[in-house]
């Protein structure tokens, strides 16, 4: 646990907290960490999530799988992330959507009942971390309203440039990386990947965008 303190420390659920603070709060929370290999499920459909679980290396997919098995990527998680907080946060409540290891993964999970119920002192340091998860909720429907966006568009070239032009502003660019390879990103925005590669190609040559592999360049539409 200890060779991981400083890199947990830099995690927005635990923004305020010093390093001495933060190692016994992990003691009293019950933490643990665990490695996972690529393709390994930390939540399935169906589970009632207890656990807080954060992302210390590795990625996950936060992805669900559709009445007739067709995977929709809902999320791409990479290190220091929490994983589906909003769903432990809700309580006994079955989860609807899977985390899967998107390549092997170190995570760390805390018992979320200890962390969400205050200390008898109200300690200064207990009270930063329940801030915190607020902050990070409000974050995670941020992201959801955006996805919901993104894939609301009617045609693949409007969920393409809806995608893109979020992506722009998040990164306050016009020059930018992605989070996703091509299979993925047609994953996310629930559309098939042949038909999203000619679309892509379509907007190259139309002068609206330039990539190579996961970088994008927006240009003004004509």
Not at 43 to 54: A, F, L, P
Not at 60 to 82: A, M, T
Request: hydrophobic content about 40%.
């Amino acid at each position: 646990m200890e060779k991981y303190l400083s890199k947990i420390k830099k995690s927005p659920l635990f923004l305020g907290i010093t390093e001495d603070e933060l190692f016994k709060m992990l003691t009293c929370f019950g933490a643990t960490i665990k490695q996972y290999e690529s393709g390994d499920m930390i939540i399935r459909q169906g589970d009632v999530v207890s656990k807080i679980y954060m992302i210390l290396e590795g990625s996950v997919y936060i992805e669900k799988d559709s009445y007739w098995g067709r995977r929709i990527i809902i999320q791409k998680l990479n290190e220091l992330n929490n994983i589906a907080l909003g769903l432990v946060a809700s309580r006994n409540i079955e989860s609807t959507i899977s985390a899967v290891c998107s390549k092997k993964a170190t995570i760390l999970a805390l018992n979320f009942n200890k962390c969400s119920t205050m200390c008898t002192n109200a300690c200064n340091h207990h009270v930063a971390l329940i801030q915190n998860m607020f902050k990070i909720l409000s974050k995670e429907n941020i992201e959801l309203l955006e996805k919901i966006e993104n894939i609301s568009q009617k045609s693949i070239r409007d969920k393409l440039l809806t995608f893109l032009s979020n992506e722009s502003l998040r990164h306050k660019s016009s020059n930018f990386e992605i989070n996703f390879n091509r299979q993925e990103l047609a994953d996310y925005l629930n559309i098939d990947r042949s038909a999203m590669s000619f679309e892509m190609s379509k907007l190259k040559n139309e002068g609206v965008i330039d990539f190579e592999k996961n970088r994008f360049i927006l240009y003004e539409l004509p």
